[in-house]
């Protein structure tokens, strides 16, 4: 049976994954309704736990106290799910096809025009659909994986829903849903997933891939 995470562990997990989010962007990252969301950032905002910004963007953001919190509960949630080796293998499986959805993202972007890279224009419906089915074969590849954490700790079942969803946008002709940043669009979905794996498994991004 899968693990539940405890709702005050998702948020601050949320934030920790995000640096910074609205409320929106939090219920999406942790599954909570907005309106549960709202007492829980008020009980740890209480605690300096979590602080929130006004201005141009508006916010929530871990302290340095929350930061400390959250890693005490992530090791304690890891020691009672026991899914480590879990976790670490389909980490393992996902650096395989990392790169993969890297270099589709790059492709999404610019065009090869001889040797000259060109921001792609969209106007070439047929190199866009090509694109695109690179696209629904790596998720096809992801989604195994999102499923197998997924039956040791609950909370990333979402991961798999939310992928999708991106995808069948972009199919439906939401382009956006691609590669925008500030929506949940599927790189976007992707990097917070990756950097989830790297959070749960205390591996510093750019260290990744050393002995």
Not at 102 to 131: E, F, K, M
């Amino acid at each position: 049976m899968a693990h539940p995470s405890d709702p005050s562990f998702l948020v601050l997990h949320g934030l920790r994954l995000k640096g910074f989010a609205d409320d929106g962007a939090m219920s999406a990252t942790t599954g909570l309704p907005v309106e549960e969301l709202g007492g829980l950032l008020s009980d740890l905002a209480r605690d300096e736990l979590v602080l929130h910004r006004d201005g141009r963007v508006t916010g929530w953001a871990l302290t340095p106290a929350g930061r400390a919190r959250h890693a005490d509960m992530l090791e304690e949630e890891m020691e009672q799910s026991s899914a480590r080796d879990k976790v670490e293998t389909a980490y393992r499986r996902f650096l395989e096809i990392n790169r993969d959805l890297l270099t589709i993202c790059t492709d999404w972007q610019l065009r090869q025009a001889g040797s000259v890279s060109l921001p792609n224009d969209h106007s070439d419906a047929a190199y866009d659909s090509s694109v695109i089915g690179r696209l629904a074969e790596v998720d096809a590849s992801v989604g195994p994986i999102c499923e197998d954490l997924a039956s040791v700790l609950e909370r990333y079942g979402r991961y798999r829903d939310r992928l999708y969803t991106a995808l069948d946008k972009v199919r439906s002709g939401a382009h956006e849903w691609f590669t925008r940043p500030m929506i949940d669009s599927y790189h976007t979905v992707w990097f917070e997933f990756h950097e989830d794996l790297l959070v749960t498994l205390a591996i510093e991004r750019h260290r990744e891939g050393e002995a």
